[in-house]
């Protein structure tokens, strides 16, 4: 679906997307290249790396798309990402933080080692996504985006790591905004809620009635659409939000302040 902003809002920037060869986060890439930005999307999937950049480069002959095999909680491996897209593309511009693990256990159920891999894919992962970022976004304007969820705030079964993950990201991006507001990066949290067409939501929901149960709980009564969330990204990472920093913005629906944590998708 086309975007609502129908200017190039982000004509000569560069964006670093992790997590950008699938979902959400592929939408929000899509998204601002359509709005004039360059793209470097990191994932840790290589075949559904290539896969996600022919498909984008054909849907945007116009775009320019370049991606990047890494995990997120390889440091090194981030930081050489982020070189190499500065230059190839130069000075980076938006960051958006959507790495993430999820898959529902119990506590009792769940292993330490389980626990962990949420932990450091999420939290350690957009630390390190932030972390090696600064250097190159050291400069007024500059946007970073953390992708959380609902359990940041409403606890949810079988989401413990998920739950604990998030609202560490969430204190993260605000404890950022603040060390890092006098270099001028600014530094948000988005919030999806129930979103379709998303792996997340496959696997939160997934049979009809598990469906429409989710969607009862929403007051909107309906799943958001990536499109939705990417217009958000694009509208925080472009000059209207230019005093905007050190905030979480919910896209769900009015989930969070009905205290459902539904999930979201990815």
Not at 194 to 207: I, K, N, S, Y
Not at 241 to 259: E, F, K, N, R
Request: glycine share 10%; aromatic share 6%.
């Amino acid at each position: 679906m086309p975007s609502i902003f129908k200017d190039r809002l982000l004509e000569g920037k560069v964006a670093f997307v992790t997590g950008g060869s699938s979902g959400i986060c592929q939408r929000m890439a899509e998204r601002f290249a359509e709005h004039g930005a360059k793209v470097a999307i990191l994932a840790r999937n290589q075949e559904k790396l290539d896969a996600a950049i022919v498909q984008m480069s054909a849907q945007h002959p116009d775009a320019s798309f370049t991606g990047f095999s890494a995990d997120v909680r390889d440091y090194a491996a981030v930081d050489s990402a982020l070189a190499k897209t500065r230059e190839t593309y130069g000075p980076i511009d938006i960051l958006i933080a959507g790495a993430a693990g999820n898959f529902p256990a119990p506590a009792l159920g769940m292993s330490s080692n389980g626990f962990k891999a949420v932990m450091d894919i999420d939290l350690l992962g957009t630390f390190n996504t932030c972390r090696a970022a600064h250097q190159y976004l050291k400069k007024p304007g500059a946007s970073i985006i953390a992708i959380s969820a609902s359990q940041a705030t409403v606890p949810v079964a079988q989401q413990a790591h998920v739950c604990a993950a998030k609202a560490g990201v969430d204190l993260l991006i605000k404890t950022l905004a603040i060390e890092w507001g006098p270099d001028g990066v600014r530094c948000n949290c988005i919030t999806p809620g129930p979103t379709d067409d998303t792996e997340g939501m496959r696997r939160l929901a997934p049979t009809d009635e598990a469906r429409a149960r989710a969607i009862r709980q929403v007051p909107l009564r309906r799943y958001g659409t990536k499109d939705e969330l990417a217009d958000l990204a694009l509208f925080l990472s472009s000059d209207a939000a230019s005093y905007m920093t050190g905030a979480v913005y919910y896209c769900d629906g009015g989930s969070a302040i009905a205290g459902r944590g539904i999930g979201a998708g990815g």
